[in-house]
């Protein structure tokens, strides 16, 4: 056979790798499985299929002195390159192994299954090492020339017949190393398309969710009743490719929207019995079968179901579901939303308590819980993790978690918290307002050990570095830092947030701390806090700052440690 005839016909062969690979990967299943970052099934998966490639890329060779001319190298090396060094190795040691099983005392089996297994494990390594570049042609396409250089090496230096070796690669070896090298970039280049519709609609499906809160924040906090829950479910059925959408109460159907509205009635009691085991364990569930939902109605159409609890102030008042039918599915990626929905609904239950207690105290700690509700702050942040959605899917989920856990701590009126928990508080907030600045906000937390145990009134310090970010840093085109410090000294907790931002005029400054800018949200905030440090421990405890125009502003303050304010805090809350 000559090289030209060889060349050519693993050309057609390469091709017809790259139609079975994309068909392949473009199957819904398959997909989900093979393009998921690796982890448990989904890396055994990926061991697998690249394994499966590189046996298939032996069959596609040509017989030339009794050795097969190969493409083994574009199937181990892109699964290295994506899946990391144990697909690559893996991979490299099946399509490897395989080679040298079929051929056992063959001069050429040895020396190319070796080199298949040290293509798929240099790609693995690489690919762990180049991290989010790691789908670049390029690096697939020198990985696979280099591994076929190589290959041809060790088949001349371990075959059993010098004289024939040579003779071997002097036809097979332009053509594996152009045809491989050219296989390898394009099969990595089809991971990376198939990967990219992956991440665009996971990043739609995602903005469809923050659009999904942003509507929605003003129905449950009036409460969970029918008519919220009824609004609430048709927004999500809009905007998410679900059967249908209920919410219940602990006992009975509030809405539903979409198929099985004929049984799924509202006002009825709870029929699935998944449901029920929800709303007793408080744990999410995704039920995978019809048996699982449960429902006793013998035309249900529900195939699969989603329940997620619905919290309040601890207790579990309700569920939020999702169904998927014949005609739409469900999957991981609605599971993972209907919890983060389900948390910012939760956070929203809380609030209607909070409204409720504020008509019932007249005291500055509700008005400073309100105060932080803000709806700019909300809009914000929306709007920062919209926009990593379709860059990282990833950093958008822990960004809404992190909203999420922001809200529900700040509607949370306990009275006295550890500082440690104030500190949890503050870096939610700082997570989100690093991701929306980005290096313009820089942080700088020195908290001495012995202060993580003390007790302070709660949503105390996360106010302060939310004045020194907004009114401080955020006005310099440079941006700034914000530090904190905190140690005990002498049986008391020192507390410092100081910037280096715009600052203000002391006379100014002297106003935000009397609450005299009237209503402005610097004044409510910092006012409050000094209201409150007052009341529980006396004038002498209340706020301090410091500030002058270009020279950033400091705010301190002292807590004593007073076992009984524990108590008394709990009882004013109570």
């Known amino acids: 056979m000559t090289i030209g005839v060889l060349l050519f016909s693993l050309l057609e062969r390469f091709g017809l790798i790259i139609a079975v690979a994309f068909m392949l990967l473009h199957f819904s299943p398959v997909r ?20 499966a490639f590189g046996i298939m890329g032996t069959y596609s060779g040509n017989m030339v002195f009794n050795s097969l001319a190969n493409l083994r190298a574009m199937g181990v090396v892109p699964g290295g390159l994506f899946g990391g060094p144990v697909v690559g190795i893996l991979a490299g040691i099946i399509a490897g192994g395989h080679r040298i099983l079929i051929d056992v005392g063959g001069f050429s089996s040895v020396p ?6 040290l293509e798929g494990a240099v790609a693995g390594f690489m690919g762990r090492y180049l991290g989010e570049k790691r789908l670049d042609w390029r690096y697939a396409s020198g990985i696979a020339f280099a591994g076929e250089c190589l290959h041809m090496v060790l088949v001349l230096t371990m075959s059993h017949s010098f ?22 970039g394009l099969f990595v280049q089809t991971i990376r398309i198939l990967s990219m519709y992956r991440e665009k609609d996971q990043s739609s499906t995602a903005h469809d969710i923050l659009s999904i809160a942003n509507l929605t924040v003003g129905y449950l906090r009036t409460g969970l009743n029918p008519e919220t829950a009824r609004a609430t479910a048709r927004i999500i059925y809009d905007r998410i490719g679900v059967a249908a959408v209920a919410i219940t109460d602990s006992e009975k159907v509030l809405a539903h929207v979409g198929e099985g509205a004929d049984h799924h009635l509202p006002g009825r009691a709870i029929r699935t019995q998944a449901t029920r085991h929800v709303i007793e364990t408080g744990l999410p569930m995704f039920q995978h079968s019809p048996e699982e939902i449960g429902c006793d109605h013998k035309g249900c159409p529900f195939l699969s179901g989603i329940n997620v609890p619905l919290k309040k102030g601890g207790r579990i008042v309700g569920a939020l579901k999702f169904y998927g039918s014949k ?24 609030l209607e308590d909070i409204q409720i207690q504020a008509e019932l105290r007249a005291n500055a700690e509700i008005r400073h819980l309100q105060a932080q509700i803000n709806p700019h702050f909300l809009f914000n942040s929306l709007n920062t993790i919209a926009s990593f959605c379709r860059t990282s899917p990833t950093r958008a989920r822990d960004l809404l978690k992190d909203l999420a856990n922001f809200m529900r701590r700040n509607m949370s009126t306990r009275g006295m918290v550890r500082f440690d928990e104030e500190l949890e508080q503050v870096r939610s907030y700082l997570s989100i307002e690093q991701a929306r600045f980005g290096e313009r906000v820089r942080v700088d937390l020195d908290v001495a050990p012995e202060a993580r145990d003390w007790m302070v009134p ?3 310090v996360q106010p302060l570095i939310e004045n020194s970010i907004v009114h401080g840093i955020s006005h ?15 049986g008391e907790l020192c507390v410092r947030v100081e910037d280096d931002g715009v600052g203000m005029e002391e006379e100014k400054a002297s106003k935000v701390l009397s609450g005299g800018l009237g209503s402005r949200r610097d004044s409510i905030g910092l006012s409050n806090c000094t209201q409150r440090l007052e009341q529980m421990y006396g004038s002498r405890y209340r706020l301090h700052i410091r500030s002058a125009l270009g020279s950033g502003t400091v705010v301190w303050f002292h807590v004593p440690k007073n076992p009984h304010l524990h108590t008394v805090g709990k009882m004013v809350e109570n």
Do not use: Y
């Open 458 to 460: 709660s949503l105390l």
């Open 163 to 184: 004289p024939e070796a040579l003779e071997l690669v002097k036809i097979i070896a332009l053509p594996m190393i152009v045809v491989n090298t050219l296989g390898a």
């Open 112 to 117: 190319c299954g070796i080199a298949t297994i």
């Open 476 to 490: 310099k085109e440079e941006g700034g830092v914000v530090r904190l410090h905190a140690k005990v000294d002498r």
């Open 327 to 350: 005609r739409s599915s469900l999957d991981g990626v609605h599971f993972e939303l209907a919890k983060g929905l389900a948390q910012l609904f939760s956070t929203q239950l809380e």
């Open 32 to 51: 989900r499985l093979g393009l998921r970052a690796p982890g448990g099934i989904s890396k055994l998966f990926q061991v697998l299929l690249f394994g």
